[in-house]
C-alpha cells in the first residue's frame, strides 16, 4: 500500500519564498470544521488589508487528504469563496451518505462491500467539478499549486507523486475527488480507467498530509529560495478526552483495513467497520503524526512558522462519525466557539499578519562598497493587487532591515536593526536600500513589515543571506 499524491506542478519566482498550506485532513463530514476555521482567518486578513482578498489566493500550495482533499479541489483549483464552498460541502454531505435501500435490511446488509452507491457518489462529484477538466494540465482559473492524496495497492509504503506523461493517462479533477475520498466500507474503491490504478482514501495511510505536503514543495520547488513562510495545518477536530487515550497501533490497524477489505462475511464487514469508526474518533492520530513531524524539524526558527488549528470536540456528545451529515450544524457551532477563543483567535490574527506580510518580497539588484560599509540596493514587490496594496499601505506602514548579530545566552541568534523606512503608497515596486558593516555582509538579514500596533512580520523569503 503506497500513499499517492495526485499533484499539480507549477514555478515561482526565486526571489520568493514559500508560503504553503499543506494539511487539510481527512474526516468525512467533519470537513466543515476547517471551513469555518478559514472562513474566521478569511475575516482576520480582510482586516488587516482594509479589503476583501480571497484568503486561498495567499498560498502556493494547498494538500488534502480524503474529505480535505475535496475542499482543497473547491478552494484552491475552482477558486470557490469560502461561504459558497461551505454550501457546496453541506449540500454534497446531505446527498452523498444515502445508504443502498437493500442494505438497510437484516439478510441484504453483509452482500456489499460498502455503505452507498457509487453511482451517486460520482455523479455528485462531476456536478461539483467539471465532468471532462483534467488536474493538471486542464483549463485552470488558478494558479495555486493542488495535490490531493490517495492509497494505491502497492506493496510498499513509500510516498510518491503521480505526475502522467500524457493526457489520455491523466487524472481528471471529479475523479481526485474520488479518488482521495474513497474511504473502505463507505465508498467502492475507485478505478481509473485510463491506467488501471485502484486508489482508496488517502487517510488509510497519511490522514494528515504534511509529510506529503512537504515532499511536494520539495519537490516542486527544486532552485532558488524555497524557504518556507508558513505551515498552515487545520483538522477535523479532536476529542481530547478520548485523544488522551492510547491509541494502540493504529498503524498496523490501518494496514488490516487493506488486507481485509473484499471479504464479504460478516465477521469481515464488522472488523472493518470496527476498525474505521475507531479511526474515525481518534483522528486517525493527525495530531499526533502533526507532533512528530515538529519534533522532527531541529531548527527552532523553522518550527514557529508551523501553525495547527484543530476545533475540540468537547460538548459532552460522542465524536461524529465520517458520515454522519446530521451534525453539521452542531459541529459548526462548535467550530464558531472555537475559533472566538481568546487564544485562538490571537493565533489567528498572527497568521492572519504572516500571510499579509509574505506577499512582499524583495528583488537585490547589486552591492557596492563605500570604505568599510556595504550598501546593498534593491526592491520592494508585491504579490497582492493594486488595490489590496493601496488600501493597506493607507494604513502606514514601515519596513525594517535588520542584520544578523552575535547569539543569545540560549545559542540563538539575535538580529541588530540596521535601517527602517516607512512604506510608500507610490511608486511600486519600492526602492529599498541599506548599509551594512563589512562583519555583517555575509549573515543573513532580515527584511520585515511593521504594522500600525508595532507588531513585526517578516517577508517572504527572509531571514536569509543575500549573495
Known amino acids: 500500500m503506497s500513499c499517492v499524491a495526485l499533484a499539480w ?12 498550506q ?35 489566493e495567499m498560498f502556493d500550495l494547498v494538500v488534502g487528504t480524503s474529505t480535505g482533499g475535496v475542499i482543497a479541489l473547491g478552494l484552491a483549483h475552482c477558486l470557490w469563496d469560502i461561504s459558497d464552498c461551505i454550501a457546496k460541502f453541506t449540500h454534497l454531505a446531505s446527498n452523498i451518505f444515502v445508504p443502498r435501500p437493500l442494505r438497510t435490511r437484516p439478510f441484504f446488509r453483509h452482500l456489499f462491500n460498502h455503505v452507498y452507491r457509487t453511482s451517486v457518489v460520482e455523479a455528485a462529484y462531476m456536478g461539483l467539478f467539471s465532468e471532462k477538466e483534467l488536474l493538471i494540465s486542464g483549463q485552470r482559473v488558478s494558479s495555486i499549486k493542488v495535490a490531493v492524496t490517495a492509497v494505491s495497492d502497492i506493496s510498499d509504503y513509500k510516498e510518491w507523486l503521480v505526475r502522467p506523461d500524457t493526457y489520455e493517462q491523466e487524472v481528471k479533477v471529479w475523479e481526485a475527488a474520488r479518488a482521495t475520498s474513497a474511504a473502505p466500507t463507505f465508498f467502492k474503491p475507485y478505478t481509473h480507467n485510463a491506467t488501471g490504478v485502484v486508489y482508496k482514501d488517502g487517510a488509510l495511510k497519511c490522514n494528515n498530509p504534511i509529510r506529503i505536503a512537504d515532499s511536494e514543495r520539495r519537490s516542486i520547488w527544486r532552485s532558488g529560495n524555497n524557504s518556507l513562510d508558513l505551515h498552515l495545518s487545520i483538522g477535523t477536530g479532536v476529542n481530547p478526552d478520548y ?82 451529515y446530521k451534525h453539521i450544524k452542531r459541529l459548526k457551532d462548535l467550530a464558531e466557539k472555537y475559533c472566538e477563543s481568546e487564544d485562538v483567535k490571537l493565533r489567528l490574527r498572527e497568521v492572519a499578519r504572516i ?25 520592494l514587490h508585491s504579490r497582492l493587487s493594486a488595490e489590496a496594496l493601496s488600501m493597506l499601505l493607507k494604513k502606514g506602514l514601515s519596513f525594517t532591515v535588520r542584520t544578523e548579530g552575535p547569539a543569545n545566552a540560549g545559542g540563538e541568534p539575535e538580529f541588530e536593526m540596521t535601517t527602517t523606512v516607512p512604506a510608500t503608497i507610490a511608486p511600486w515596486p519600492m526602492s529599498l536600500e541599506f548599509t551594512v558593516s563589512e562583519a555583517s555582509k555575509d549573515r543573513r538579514i532580515c527584511i520585515g513589515v511593521i504594522f500600525p500596533e508595532g507588531l513585526h512580520c517578516v517577508i517572504s523569503g527572509f531571514p536569509r543571506i543575500i549573495t
Open 243 to 324: 485523544f488522551a487515550k492510547s491509541p494502540g497501533n493504529t498503524d498496523q490497524k490501518l494496514k488490516d483495513v487493506v488486507q481485509n477489505y473484499g471479504r464479504r462475511n460478516k465477521t469481515g464487514i464488522e472488523v472493518l467497520i470496527d476498525i474505521a469508526t475507531d479511526a474515525v474518533k481518534s483522528t486517525m492520530d493527525s495530531e499526533s503524526e502533526y507532533e512528530s513531524f515538529r519534533r522532527d524539524l531541529h531548527d527552532e526558527e523553522v518550527r514557529k512558522r508551523y501553525h495547527r488549528f484543530n476545533v475540540r470536540i468537547n460538548d459532552g456528545q460522542p465524536m461524529p462519525s465520517f458520515d454522519d
Open 355 to 379: 500571510l499579509v506580510s509574505s506577499n512582499f518580497y524583495f528583488e537585490k539588484k547589486s552591492w557596492r562598497r563605500l570604505s568599510r560599509e556595504w550598501i546593498c540596493q534593491g526592491a
Open 22 to 56: 499543506p494539511a487539510l485532513d481527512g474526516g468525512g463530514v467533519r470537513g466543515i470544521l476547517e471551513l469555518i476555521v478559514l472562513r474566521y482567518l478569511q475575516g482576520y486578513v480582510a482586516a488587516e488589508l482594509g479589503t476583501y482578498v480571497p484568503v486561498i
Open 9 to 20: 506542478q507549477g514555478s515561482i519566482s526565486a526571489a520568493e519564498g514559500v508560503s504553503i
